[in-house]
C-alpha cells in the first residue's frame, strides 16, 4: 500500500472515530431515520444554563447530577426512580439535576434492564452519577457509574438537562411496584 493511500485511509479512520467523543452534537442516523431517536422532556435553555454553572449545593441537601452520556441504545428511554419512585427519564446525551434530602437512598434506572444502587449522600456535597450502557455480546449492560467531579462536569456539560416533570399523587408502595412491574 503507497503511503498516499495509507494516509488516506488513516485520515478516514479518524475521522470515524470522532464521532465517538461524548462532547460531539447527538445524532443517532441519517436524517431520514431522525424519528426513530427517543425523545424525553426537556428543561428550558436558562435552567440547563444555570445547572451548568456547578454552583454548591444547598447546606441542607445534597445535590445529584445523573447523565446518560453516550448515545448506545438511542431509541431506549432510561427511566430513573430513587426509593421505588419514578421521577423522570433521560434520553441519550441528557442529565438531570436534583437537590435530594442528605442519607441513604436507592438509585434505579431502567433500559431494557434495570440497575440499581444504595448509595449514601451528604448535605453540602454534589454527586455525579452516570447511567453507562455498554455492549457485551449483543446484550445490553447496564451499570450505575459514580464519577468524580471533573468527569462528572464534562459530562454534564456535553449533554442536555431534561425535565424533572411533576408526577401524579400516588403512594410510594404503588410506585415501586409499577417501576418493578416489567421484571417480573
Known amino acids: 500500500m503507497s503511503p498516499r493511500c495509507l494516509c488516506t ?3 478516514a479512520f479518524l475521522s470515524a472515530c470522532q464521532s465517538l467523543d461524548p462532547a460531539a452534537p ?7 431515520r ?3 431517536c427517543v425523545t424525553v422532556i426537556m428543561a428550558s435553555r436558562s435552567d440547563d444554563a444555570l445547572a451548568k454553572q456547578f454552583a454548591p449545593a444547598p447546606h441542607d441537601k445534597a445535590r445529584l447530577y445523573i447523565v446518560r452520556p453516550y448515545t448506545i441504545e438511542p431509541t431506549i428511554k432510561t427511566e430513573v426512580a430513587m ?3 419514578a421521577f423522570a427519564e433521560l434520553a441519550p446525551r ?4 436534583l437537590d435530594i434530602a442528605p442519607g441513604g437512598h436507592r438509585l434505579q434506572m431502567r433500559t431494557n434492564a434495570l440497575s440499581d444502587a444504595t448509595m449514601e449522600f451528604s448535605a453540602g456535597q454534589t454527586y455525579f452519577i452516570a447511567h453507562d450502557l455498554t455492549i457485551f455480546f449483543n446484550t445490553v449492560v447496564a451499570t450505575i457509574k459514580v464519577l468524580d467531579p471533573a468527569t462528572g462536569q464534562r459530562l454534564v456539560r ?7 416533570p411533576n408526577l401524579p399523587d400516588a403512594s410510594a408502595a404503588s410506585q ?3 417501576f418493578y412491574a416489567n421484571d417480573r
Not at 447527538?26 to 431520514?32: E, I, V
Not at 441528557?94 to 439535576?97: E, N, Q, R, V
Open 83 to 85: 426509593d421505588g419512585n
Open 158 to 164: 456535553s449533554s442536555q438537562r431534561a425535565a424533572l
Open 9 to 11: 485511509v488513516l485520515v
Open 26 to 32: 447527538f445524532t443517532c442516523g441519517p436524517p431520514a
Open 176 to 178: 415501586e411496584e409499577a
Open 34 to 36: 431522525q424519528a426513530q
Open 94 to 97: 441528557t442529565y438531570l439535576m
